[in-house]
C-alpha cells in the first residue's frame, strides 16, 4: 500500500526512533504498540477496537470519560456501538464528538490514515490521491484535509528570538488564484489591492528554531510591522530585504537590510532560511495542490509551517500523533468552509462503523 502514494515522506529519524518518552510527553497513557511508518500505521488502524482505544486514550488522557456536550461522567458504555450514553443530557456521544471528526460518516480507520499521509507528506497530498487511496470521492478527501489543517494549526504564544537570537523576516507572493474567481470579485480584488491578482505571505523564521506563516493583507509597514512585533522578543536580530514598510524596527530590535536589487548574501545578513521555506511552500501549492484559493491559503500555510517546525524532531508516527493531540476542541463545518450546505458531501460514503 505504501508504494501507492506519490508522497515523499520524512525519512524515519532513527536516532529518535528509540525515545519512546515522547508518547508520555504528549499526554499517552497507554501500553499500545503505536505504529511508526504507514505500512503499520495501516495494519494498525485496520483494528475498530486498536483504534477505538487510541483514540479514546487520546481522547481523555486522564482515562475519565467526560461528555463532550455537559461534562458528566455518569454515562453507560454500549460497547457493540462503541458509543455512551449521557445520563446528565440524555445524549449518545462517540469518540468524535467535540473532535474534528464530529459529524463524520467516514470511519476512524479512514481518518487515521488521512492523517498520516497529510502530516508526513513533505509536499502535501492532493485530495485526488487520498480519495484514491482511501475509496472515497475527492470532496469528501478535500473537506477531511481541510479539518486535519485546522488541526494542525498552532496559535502560538511564544515570541521567537530573543538577545543574541537571529530572526529571519521576508515576504513572498503566492499568485494567479485570482483567476478563479467571480469578474466582479476579482476587479475589486485587482483595483484594491497593488499586486494584482496576488497574496501577500509574511514569513517570519528564527533561525535553528521555529517559523511562523501569515496572509497579509498588504505589505504596508504597520501591517508588516505589527506582526513582527507580535512574533519576535525585542533585541532580537532581525534581518530583511529593503522594502521600505521595514524601516523603523530598529527601535525595537537590531535591524539589518540586504538589498536583494544588489546581492542575497551578507555575511550573516540574508534571508536563505525563509527562501528554502517559500520555495516548499510553493512546490506544495504548485506541484499537489495544482490551485488554492486566496481563503482558502491560510489552511495550506498552517500545514506547510506544522510539517516545516516538526520536520527534524520527530518521526512520522511521532508527528502524526502530534497532531492527533491537537484534534479536539475543534470543529470547521462544510458550511464554514465553503457557504454551502453539507447535503452535497453528506451521506455520499459511510465508513465500517461508530469507531
Ligand atoms: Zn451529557
Request: glycine share 8%.
Given at each position: 500500500m505504501a508504494n501507492s502514494f506519490r508522497c515523499n515522506t520524512y525519512k524515519g529519524n532513527n536516532i529518535l526512533d528509540?525515545?519512546?518518552g515522547l508518547w508520555d510527553d504528549l499526554g499517552m497513557r497507554t501500553t499500545l504498540q503505536l505504529p511508526k511508518t504507514l505500512q503499520e500505521a495501516v495494519s494498525f488502524f485496520s483494528d475498530p477496537q486498536k483504534t477505538f482505544d487510541y483514540a479514546v486514550s487520546l481522547r481523555w488522557p486522564t482515562g475519565k470519560v467526560t461528555c463532550p456536550r455537559c461534562d458528566s461522567t455518569e454515562h453507560s458504555f454500549i460497547s457493540t456501538r462503541r458509543l455512551w450514553f449521557c445520563k446528565g443530557c440524555k445524549k449518545q456521544f462517540t469518540v468524535?464528538?467535540?473532535?474534528?471528526?464530529?459529524?463524520?460518516?467516514?470511519?476512524m480507520d479512514k481518518w487515521m490514515i488521512a492523517v498520516w499521509l497529510i502530516v508526513n507528506c513533505k509536499n502535501g497530498i492532493s485530495s485526488y490521491e487520498i480519495a484514491r487511496a482511501l475509496g472515497i470521492t475527492q470532496k469528501s478527501a478535500w473537506f477531511m484535509m481541510h479539518r486535519v489543517r485546522l488541526a494542525m494549526h498552532s496559535k502560538e504564544f511564544v515570541r521567537l528570538g530573543g538577545s543574541g537570537k537571529e530572526v529571519e523576516v521576508d515576504e513572498t507572493f503566492i499568485g494567479?488564484?485570482?483567476?478563479?474567481?467571480?469578474a466582479d470579485k476579482r476587479k475589486v480584488k485587482i483595483t484594491e489591492r497593488g499586486v494584482k491578482d496576488k497574496a501577500a505571505v509574511l514569513g517570519i523564521l528564527e533561525r535553528g528554531g521555529q517559523i511562523r506563516a501569515s496572509v497579509v493583507p498588504s505589505r504596508r509597514k504597520h501591517e508588516l510591522q505589527a506582526r513582527v512585533r507580535a512574533h519576535v522578543k525585542a533585541q532580537s536580530a532581525i534581518y530583511t530585504d529593503a522594502l521600505m514598510s521595514y524601516q523603523g524596527l530598529n527601535q525595537d530590535f537590531i535591524h539589518k537590510t540586504i538589498d536583494h536589487a544588489e546581492s542575497y548574501v551578507d555575511g550573516q545578513v540574508h534571508t536563505n532560511g525563509l527562501e528554502n521555506f517559500w520555495s516548499l511552500l510553493k512546490r506544495g501549492l504548485k506541484g499537489t495542490y495544482v490551485n488554492v484559493e486566496p481563503f482558502h491559503l491560510f489552511r495550506y500555510l498552517d500545514e506547510q509551517v506544522f510539517r516545516y517546525n516538526n520536520r527534524t524532531a520527530l518521526n512520522d508516527g511521532e508527528r502524526f500523533h502530534r497532531v492527533m493531540g491537537l484534534i479536539a476542541g475543534k470543529r470547521l463545518t462544510y458550511e464554514q468552509l465553503?457557504?454551502?450546505?453539507?447535503d452535497s458531501i453528506h451521506h455520499e460514503e459511510a465508513g465500517p462503523g461508530p469507531a
Amino acid at each position: 500500500m505504501a508504494n501507492s502514494f506519490r508522497c515523499n515522506t520524512y525519512k524515519g529519524n532513527n536516532i529518535l526512533d528509540t525515545h519512546d518518552g515522547l508518547w508520555d510527553d504528549l499526554g499517552m497513557r497507554t501500553t499500545l504498540q503505536l505504529p511508526k511508518t504507514l505500512q503499520e500505521a495501516v495494519s494498525f488502524f485496520s483494528d475498530p477496537q486498536k483504534t477505538f482505544d487510541y483514540a479514546v486514550s487520546l481522547r481523555w488522557p486522564t482515562g475519565k470519560v467526560t461528555c463532550p456536550r455537559c461534562d458528566s461522567t455518569e454515562h453507560s458504555f454500549i460497547s457493540t456501538r462503541r458509543l455512551w450514553f449521557c445520563k446528565g443530557c440524555k445524549k449518545q456521544f462517540t469518540v468524535k464528538v467535540g473532535t474534528i471528526f464530529e459529524d463524520s460518516a467516514l470511519g476512524m480507520d479512514k481518518w487515521m490514515i488521512a492523517v498520516w499521509l497529510i502530516v508526513n507528506c513533505k509536499n502535501g497530498i492532493s485530495s485526488y490521491e487520498i480519495a484514491r487511496a482511501l475509496g472515497i470521492t475527492q470532496k469528501s478527501a478535500w473537506f477531511m484535509m481541510h479539518r486535519v489543517r485546522l488541526a494542525m494549526h498552532s496559535k502560538e504564544f511564544v515570541r521567537l528570538g530573543g538577545s543574541g537570537k537571529e530572526v529571519e523576516v521576508d515576504e513572498t507572493f503566492i499568485g494567479g488564484a485570482a483567476r478563479f474567481m467571480h469578474a466582479d470579485k476579482r476587479k475589486v480584488k485587482i483595483t484594491e489591492r497593488g499586486v494584482k491578482d496576488k497574496a501577500a505571505v509574511l514569513g517570519i523564521l528564527e533561525r535553528g528554531g521555529q517559523i511562523r506563516a501569515s496572509v497579509v493583507p498588504s505589505r504596508r509597514k504597520h501591517e508588516l510591522q505589527a506582526r513582527v512585533r507580535a512574533h519576535v522578543k525585542a533585541q532580537s536580530a532581525i534581518y530583511t530585504d529593503a522594502l521600505m514598510s521595514y524601516q523603523g524596527l530598529n527601535q525595537d530590535f537590531i535591524h539589518k537590510t540586504i538589498d536583494h536589487a544588489e546581492s542575497y548574501v551578507d555575511g550573516q545578513v540574508h534571508t536563505n532560511g525563509l527562501e528554502n521555506f517559500w520555495s516548499l511552500l510553493k512546490r506544495g501549492l504548485k506541484g499537489t495542490y495544482v490551485n488554492v484559493e486566496p481563503f482558502h491559503l491560510f489552511r495550506y500555510l498552517d500545514e506547510q509551517v506544522f510539517r516545516y517546525n516538526n520536520r527534524t524532531a520527530l518521526n512520522d508516527g511521532e508527528r502524526f500523533h502530534r497532531v492527533m493531540g491537537l484534534i479536539a476542541g475543534k470543529r470547521l463545518t462544510y458550511e464554514q468552509l465553503t457557504g454551502k450546505g453539507t447535503d452535497s458531501i453528506h451521506h455520499e460514503e459511510a465508513g465500517p462503523g461508530p469507531a
